[in-house]
């Protein structure tokens, strides 16, 4: 029986970024279902056009998370959806106010999900926000 | 007896030296036996408890000259 794990992604700072990617891919690695849903600020860094934009640093940490040897935010959200088959999911409402759909973003990420959807799936799992 | 594959993860941190020893896990069969090289001495506790909560064989754990080498045998 496997655990379920919801999160929510709406911060567009490293910081916040490395740490829900690190949860995503370790949860999701060890079995858990996973469900990442980025809304906001966070889902500008997984567009075709900004696939190598910066997340700016909160504050000193994020200057250490850019020392050599981190893993990006960028690979360990792929390596959730990769190996431990997490749904990266947009939300719709960030999809129409930036006049994007998923097929502009790189990973590879599920249909556009609004609010009902995404709490529905969430309701019997533990639910994270960054 | 397959023969042990080594996996070098020096100078990566957390989570990476778990993940680099997930990919190779994958792709490995069962019974075969992976050693991770790692510096990162948080991944020294945590790969060996998400060998035990996955359900494979942690065979051996230490620490030489700096660098922790971890081997695990693959078993389902």
């Known amino acids: 029986m496997s655990n379920k794990l919801s999160i929510v992604c709406v911060s567009g700072t490293l910081e916040k970024l490395q740490?829900?990617?690190?949860v995503a891919s370790v949860a999701a690695a060890s079995g858990d279902d996973v469900t990442v849903f980025f809304s906001m600020n966070a889902l500008q860094y997984f567009t075709k056009d900004n696939a190598e934009l910066a997340?700016?640093?909160?504050?000193?940490?994020?200057r250490l998370i850019e020392t050599e040897g981190v893993p990006a935010f960028r690979k360990l959200f792929e390596?959730?959806?990769?190996?431990?088959?997490?749904?990266?999911?947009?939300?719709?409402?960030a999809l129409d106010l930036m006049k994007i759909t998923p097929e502009d973003l790189t990973l590879?990420?599920?249909?556009?999900?609004?609010?009902t959807a995404f709490l529905s799936d969430a309701e019997d799992g533990r639910l994270l926000s960054f | 007896m397959s023969e042990t594959k080594?996996?070098?993860?020096?100078?990566?941190?957390?989570?990476?030296?778990?993940?680099?020893?997930?990919?190779?896990?994958k792709r490995a069969?069962?019974?075969d036996q992976m050693e991770?090289?790692?510096?990162?001495?948080?991944?020294?506790?945590?790969?060996?408890?998400?060998?035990?909560?996955?359900?494979h064989e942690l065979v051996s754990?230490?620490?030489?000259?700096?660098v922790w080498h971890i081997v695990v045998k693959k078993v389902k």
């Open chain 2, 6 to 25: 080594v996996v070098d993860a020096r100078n990566t941190f957390c989570p990476g030296p778990l993940m680099e020893l997930i990919s190779f896990m």
């Open chain 1, 55 to 62: 997340a700016p640093e909160e504050g000193e940490f994020g």
């Open chain 1, 108 to 115: 590879e990420f599920g249909p556009a999900t609004g609010l």
């Open chain 1, 79 to 93: 390596q959730a959806a990769d190996l431990g088959d997490a749904k990266l999911l947009a939300c719709s409402m």
């Open chain 2, 61 to 66: 754990n230490e620490k030489i000259d700096d």
């Open chain 2, 36 to 55: 991770l090289l790692s510096t990162d001495d948080g991944s020294a506790n945590d790969v060996p408890q998400w060998i035990a909560k996955v359900g």
């Open chain 1, 19 to 22: 740490m829900a990617s690190m």
């Open chain 2, 29 to 31: 069969d069962v019974g």
